[in-house]
């Protein structure tokens, strides 16, 4: 029987993010992908750390507060607070 990817075996949150929006990883960064901004014509990336295990946006908003609406929108927590979760197409 084929697994439910809703499901994963470990229970973790599942973040449905398309294939042409997944990055690959670099030397600290994991789980990479973009996100259009809905006020301006930018691109962000949001992504897991890949030791500390938080997640971090490129937006100027997390560059300075460590928080931003990308992330909420999303509903992964802010501030550096360590969270796992999956991503799939
Ligand atoms: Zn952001």
Request: aromatic share 6%.
């Amino acid at each position: 029987m084929s697994q439910d990817v809703n499901t994963a075996s470990n229970n973790l949150p599942v973040l449905r993010v398309s294939q042409a929006m997944q990055l690959r990883d670099n030397d600290q960064w994991e789980n990479r992908f973009e996100i259009h901004s809905e006020t301006s014509n930018r691109v962000y990336i949001i992504a897991q750390h890949k030791k500390k295990r938080h997640w971090g946006c490129s937006c100027p908003s997390y560059r300075t507060r460590r928080r931003c609406k990308h992330l909420e929108d999303i509903g992964l927590p802010t501030n550096e607070t360590p969270y796992e979760a999956l991503i799939r197409s």
